[in-house]
T-cell receptor, first 115, second 110 residues
Framework: GAVVSQHPSRVICKSGTSVKIECRSL??????MFWYRQFPKQSLMLMAT?????????EQGVEKDKFLINHASLTLSTLTVTSAHPEDSSFYIC???????????FGPGTRLTVT | GEDVEQSLFLSVREGDSSVINCTYT??????LYWYKQEPGAGLQLLTY???NMDMKQDQRLTVLLNKKDKHLSLRIADTQTGDSAIYFC??????????WGAGTKLIIKP
C-alpha cells in the first residue's frame, strides 16, 4: 500500500509553454500533498503544501503565479509550471499523507527540461 | 530554527555495517525519518521512529535516537551493493512538513 504516482516521469518543453504534472495517491486518501523541487546533488526544497479543497501554502521565494497547484480531490494534486523557462528545469517530486498519519509517501518524481 | 545536518558521504566495504548519522535541532519533532533515494528516482520511506523511542529495528535496519543530544542514526547491517544510494534524514514539524538533511551518499566498496 501507500503508493504515490506522478505523471509524466519526464517532460521536455519549449521555453514559454506551460507544463502540468500530476500526483496521485493510488491506495489512500491524501488530505495533504507536498510539492518539492530537487536540484542535482542537493536535498529537497519544499515549494508548497496543499490541503484538499484549500489553496496551497507556498514557501517563501516560490512564485505562486508561476507554480500553480491544485488539490481538487483526495487522490490528485497537480502542479502547473506556467511560462516555463530553462531555469525551471529540475526534478519535481510530490509527496502525500493522510490525515492523522505521520507517514509521508513520495512519488517517483518528474524530470522537467525546458529548452 | 529548524535544521537537520548529516555528513555528505560514507564509504563502506560490502558486508560491513554502515552507520549514517544525523543531528537535528527541533526538540518538539514527534517523528524522525530515514528516506532512501537511488539515482534518478524518487524517495523511498525506509523507516521512521517516534520521538519517545530509543531504538527501532527492522530487518537489516536499526535506528537509534538520542533525544537528549538530538542525534539520530541509521545502521545498515551486512551492506550490499544494492544499498548504494543517498540517505536522507528528516524531522517533521507541527505543519507536517518534513525538514530535510542534505543527504548522505553511501558508497559501497567491493
Amino acid at each position: 500500500g501507500a503508493v504515490v504516482s506522478q505523471h509524466p516521469s519526464r517532460v521536455i518543453c519549449k521555453s514559454g509553454t506551460s507544463v502540468k504534472i500530476e500526483c496521485r495517491s493510488l491506495d489512500f486518501q491524501a488530505t495533504t500533498m507536498f510539492w518539492y523541487r530537487q536540484f542535482p546533488k542537493q536535498s529537497l526544497m519544499l515549494m508548497a503544501t496543499s490541503n484538499e479543497g484549500s489553496k496551497a501554502t507556498y514557501e517563501q521565494g516560490v512564485e505562486k503565479d508561476k507554480f500553480l497547484i491544485n488539490h481538487a480531490s483526495l487522490t490528485l494534486s497537480t502542479l502547473t509550471v506556467t511560462s516555463a523557462h530553462p531555469e525551471d528545469s529540475s526534478f519535481y517530486i510530490c509527496s502525500a499523507r493522510n490525515r492523522g498519519s505521520y507517514e509521508q509517501y513520495f512519488g517517483p518524481g518528474t524530470r522537467l527540461t525546458v529548452t | 530554527g529548524e535544521d537537520v545536518e548529516q555528513s555528505l558521504f560514507l564509504s563502506v566495504r560490502e558486508g560491513d555495517s554502515s552507520v549514517i548519522n544525523c543531528t537535528y535541532t527541533d526538540s518538539s519533532s514527534t517523528y524522525l525519518y530515514w528516506y532512501k533515494q537511488e539515482p534518478g528516482a524518487g524517495l523511498q520511506l525506509l523507516t521512521y521512529i517516534f520521538s519517545n523511542m530509543d531504538m527501532k529495528q527492522d530487518q537489516r535496519l536499526t535506528v537509534l535516537l538520542n533525544k537528549k543530544d538530538k542525534h539520530l542514526s541509521l545502521r545498515i547491517a551486512d551492506t550490499q551493493t544494492g544499498d548504494s544510494a543517498i540517505y536522507f534524514c528528516a524531522e517533521i514539524n507541527s505543519n507536517y512538513q518534513l525538514i530535510w538533511g542534505a543527504g548522505t551518499k553511501l558508497i559501497i566498496k567491493p
